[in-house]
């Protein structure tokens, strides 16, 4: 159980363009989703808390103009990231809760983006 | 915040035991927690330690916590070639996590 999921697996987009990445809790009900960003040799940083039906919670220095989060179901989160450019380019990682609180969280296996 | 960090490699040969380090800077931690990353899959739970304990055993794996140096510490007995994934610390601080870098293990048949 407490399967999440994440589409698409990786993307190449070009600059300019926007991005739309989904998480999905497959097998339960997720109150609260975290989306993280992984660059190469770094550790994750959390990028944003989301609950559902209402605005995420962006962490400090996270634009939330450029990195659109819509909670809009207690399976899904998205992240669009708009207007793409090459240091946007990551490894982006979701989460979710069933309990509100950051230590019940299982992680998608994340989306690669390659902006070129 | 809190800084988290660990060795980005460990190569161990199999049947071995394998050892891998984390520190952290906030005394005020309350959980630990050990994650396996397999490529293309999430990261997979694997333990956690409470902040008062300094021990925890589940199975092959070890989990030692030295909280005056704010060091973590997890051990795999009798590695396996299938133990070869990234594996990650991560603290929990005031309901945030803060990951380490990861440290990648690679078992030798």
């Known amino acids: 159980g407490a399967v999440v999921s994440q589409h698409p697996s990786r993307v190449i987009c070009k600059s300019g363009t926007s991005v739309k990445i989904e998480c999905r809790s497959l097998?339960?009900?997720?109150?609260?989703m975290f989306w993280y960003r992984q660059f190469p040799k770094k550790s994750l940083m959390l990028m944003a808390t989301s609950n559902e039906g209402s605005k995420a919670t962006y962490e400090q220095g996270v634009e939330k103009d450029k990195f659109l989060i819509n909670h809009a179901s207690l399976t899904l989160s998205t992240l669009t990231v708009t207007s793409a450019h090459p240091e946007d380019s990551s490894f982006y990682i979701c989460?979710?809760?069933?309990?509100?609180?950051?230590?019940?969280?299982?992680f998608g296996p994340g989306t690669r983006l390659t902006v070129l | 915040g809190e800084d988290v960090e660990q060795s980005l490699f460990l190569s161990v040969r199999e049947g071995d035991s394998s050892v891998i380090n984390c520190t952290y800077t906030?005394?005020?931690?309350?959980?630990l927690y050990w994650y396996k990353q397999e490529p293309g899959a999430g990261l997979q739970l694997l333990t956690y330690?409470?902040?008062?304990?300094d021990m925890k055993q589940d199975q092959r794996l070890t989990v030692l916590l030295n909280k005056k140096d704010k060091h973590l510490s997890l051990r795999i007995a009798d590695t396996q070639t299938g133990d070869s994934a990234i594996y990650f610390c991560a603290v929990l601080n005031f309901n945030k996590f803060y990951f380490g870098s990861g440290t990648k293990l690679n078992v030798k048949p």
């Open positions: 906030d005394s005020s931690s309350t959980y």
């Open positions: 330690i409470f902040s008062n304990m």
């Open positions: 989460s979710a809760s069933t309990s509100g609180f950051v230590d019940t969280q299982y």
């Open positions: 097998d339960f009900q997720a109150t609260t």
